[in-house]
């Protein structure tokens, strides 16, 4: 976990400096962690270029994609880079098939979840040749169709209220190769919705659908519902607002949801230097 906690201790450190409050620009770093059980050999060498070639790339079909989800779309770019290599780290965890969902959380609001959850998904779309589910589980302020340019007509909330089947609100992204189960409908029992048993149950079905299934969640401090969706995900990876997120509410967290899951910490608006936060190990 050494890994984990300097990043933390970085963030910390960049929150009491209150550097450039966050201001500006496409600067996102991540400090990528194992689990102690699943540690592969050796180094995790960032995935190659030509691993995507051949792959459905992202193109003006999906021109409505938020501004800031394009930059990161580029795939020579430092952001889409890490993201490739959270992927690689992920991937590598889930040789034996173990690690099919993964959820993303953060302690606060606006620390940058939705974000990471959408440009996890693209690159692991991009990847490989398997199916790859990009879930809104924010019933509260749901994001990720805005943020994909998507206008869902119906969503999570009325599949688990069996308005609609699954497939009737999954929504493919084109030129992305992947499907999105978005939020259109706002319930008022959303933490209770996530923890039903018809939450498992579709869980259970996508899980026999998908190679991967990315979660994207609110806040873990102050609300149930992201401990409700780490009951049914295998790994978690945490967000951390560099200048903004307290180093103690982080590691709250990840006791809360579970140390031993946590496959990754997102370092978001962190200075970019990647000579010390390159992915190099
Ligand atoms: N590295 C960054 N640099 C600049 N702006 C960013 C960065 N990361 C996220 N943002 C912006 O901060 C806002 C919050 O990001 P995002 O929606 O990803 O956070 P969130 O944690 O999902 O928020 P919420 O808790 O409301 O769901 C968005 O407007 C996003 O564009
Ligand atoms: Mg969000």
């Known amino acids: 976990m050494a890994k984990i906690y300097d990043a933390l201790r970085k963030a910390e450190a960049d929150r009491q400096r209150k550097v450039g409050g966050g ?14 059980p699943a540690k592969p050999s050796g180094s995790v ?48 965890l889930d040789s034996e098939g173990n690690l099919r969902s993964v959820m993303v959380t953060s302690a606060m609001p606006g620390e940058g979840k939705t974000t990471a959850a959408v440009n996890l998904s693209v690159v692991t779309g991009l990847s490989l040749d ?12 749901p994001n990720v169709h805005q943020s994909l340019g998507l206008q869902p007509k119906s969503g999570l909330a009325e599949v688990l209220d069996g308005k609609v089947e699954p497939d009737v609100a999954i929504t493919r992204v084109e030129g992305a190769n992947l499907d999105v189960l978005p939020v259109r409908g706002r319930p008022s029992n959303p933490s209770e919705l996530l923890g039903s048993p018809r939450m498992v149950d579709l869980m259970t079905d996508l899980r026999s659908r998908y190679d991967r299934i990315i979660l994207d969640t609110p806040a873990a401090l102050g609300l149930p519902d992201a401990k409700s969706v780490s009951a049914f995900c295998d790994g978690i990876v945490v967000v951390v607002r560099a200048g903004r997120t307290r180093q103690e509410d982080t590691e709250t967290v990840i006791e809360i949801l579970g140390r031993q899951r946590v496959v990754g910490i997102v370092l978001n608006g962190a200075e970019i230097d990647q000579g010390r936060y390159g992915y190099s190990s």
């Open 23 to 36: 201001a500006g620009g496409e600067r996102l770093d991540w400090e990528p962690e194992t689990p102690e």
């Open 45 to 92: 060498k960032l995935p190659s270029g030509p691993r995507d070639e051949g792959r459905s790339r992202p193109n003006q079909d999906i021109g409505d994609i938020n501004k800031r989800r394009i930059a990161l779309l580029q795939p020579d770019s430092y952001v889409a880079e890490q993201f490739r290599a959270l992927r690689g780290r992920i991937d590598a």
């Open 130 to 141: 398997r199916s790859v589910l990009l879930i809104d589980c924010d019933l509260r302020r």
